[in-house]
């Protein structure tokens, strides 16, 4: 048995994992999916402030109040820096693997945001100040993001216009916190918007994917849109269960 913790990215709570975190539990593992704070069940509590470091508290929180060791550590998109920092600065000791969902880790003292195209940071800016108050982001249109995905249909669609909210800004503009602790860690990629090749010429290339090759990485392909838990929950699961750590 394994000890999985699932951490959603942007706009998502832990329902997003349902069909990943009930297969897992079928092949017997033992599965947290985990909401941050200000997200899915716990949108309640977002606030301005909320920031990478309070998701950050929420993953050591879970770790040391459930008492989990050995955990594989499961982080989607944005996640993927809550997963690092919490695993490298605080909690290294419980962490048996790092696994990115279509992502990677961030560099020490990078942001989110700082991912993403100028055009489109201009653009989210300017959502977050028109229709976010000044300190959310709204959820994308999900339809006209799946309109291009063959494998998503109009119930995974509806399930994202009903129960995603919208994203606290200051997770996305607030710096990572590395000691560089994390890097003796064994890590899994799974990627779904990108390939194994296009991740090692990112590292190759791209300063703020310096993390994504090495190594401690390994690899496997899940070609799909960028939300493959739900897109194909089955195949991710199933990746994640051959993946678990031996003895």
């Known amino acids: 048995m394994t000890t999985f913790v699932l951490v959603p990215g942007f706009w998502l709570g832990a329902w997003a994992w349902r069909p990943v975190t009930a297969a897992l539990r079928a092949h017997g593992h033992e599965v947290y999916p985990l909401s941050l704070t200000g997200m899915g069940e716990r949108a309640h509590l977002a606030r301005p402030d909320t920031d990478l470091d309070v998701h950050v508290t929420d993953v050591v929180n879970l770790l040391r109040y459930e008492d989990l060791h050995d955990v594989v550590l499961v982080g989607h998109s944005y996640a993927g820096a809550v997963v690092t920092t919490a695993a490298a600065d605080r909690m290294t000791d419980r962490i048996a693997q790092l696994v990115f969902v279509d992502t990677g880790p961030l560099p020490d003292g990078a942001a989110n945001e700082d991912f993403t195209p100028p055009q489109q940071r201009e653009h989210n800016a300017a959502v977050v100040a028109d229709h976010g108050d000044g300190w959310r982001l709204p959820p994308p249109p999900w339809a006209e993001l799946a309109a291009g995905a063959a494998d998503v249909d109009e119930s995974v669609v509806a399930l994202l216009a009903e129960r995603s909210v919208a994203q606290p800004w200051a997770t996305a503009t ?33 300063p703020l994917c310096q993390h994504m090759a090495g190594d401690s990485w390994r690899y496997e392909e899940l070609p799909t849109w960028h939300w493959p838990m739900l897109s194909r929950p089955a195949e991710l699961a199933e990746i994640l269960h051959r993946a678990r750590p031996t003895a």
Not at 175 to 202: C, D, H, I, N, Y
Request: proline share 6%; charged share 20%.
């Open 174 to 206: 607030s710096p990572v916190r590395l000691t560089g602790a994390w890097e003796k860690l064994p890590r899994l990629g799974v990627l779904s918007s990108f390939t194994a090749a296009q991740a090692r010429e990112m590292a190759a290339t791209m």
